[in-house]
């Protein structure tokens, strides 16, 4: 079983751009599929982008795309988000989540999580 941290959360006017990072531990992290998800206030939370385990493979949400960056390095057990372009839609609680084997896009297919940076967009 692998455990989760996400860092890197905070506050950035509309235009900017942000990393956030997901560190795993507690498990072969080359072998795992790794998402991330984002959830805003009174809203569910909603799919991102997911890597393979090489990071040979991505895919993102349509919401993001041209926008956002996910990659990894698994020399340091760490997957990155890279946020540019930032709108105050993209406000939320950001999510690492974890699996093994095949890439997927929803929520109920996860059974790691960490507990969530903050991002806040500002206008």
């Known amino acids: 079983q692998v455990q989760l941290v996400e860092s890197g959360g905070g506050l950035v006017q509309a235009g900017g751009s942000l990393r956030v990072s997901c560190v795993a531990s507690?498990?072969?992290?080359?072998?795992?599929?790794v998402a991330w998800f984002r959830q805003a206030p009174g809203k569910e939370r909603e799919f991102v982008a997911v890597?393979?385990?090489?990071?040979?493979?991505?895919v993102y949400a349509d919401s993001v795309k041209g926008r956002f960056a996910i990659s990894r390095d698994n020399a340091k057990n760490t997957v990155y988000l890279q946020m540019n372009s930032l709108k105050p839609e993209d406000t939320a609680v950001y999510y690492c989540a974890a699996r093994y084997g095949g890439m997927r896009t929803t929520l109920k297919d996860y059974n790691h999580w960490g507990q969530g940076t903050q991002v806040t967009v500002s206008s």
């Open positions: 890597i393979s385990p090489s990071g040979g493979s991505t």
């Open positions: 507690g498990s072969p992290f080359s072998i795992c599929t």
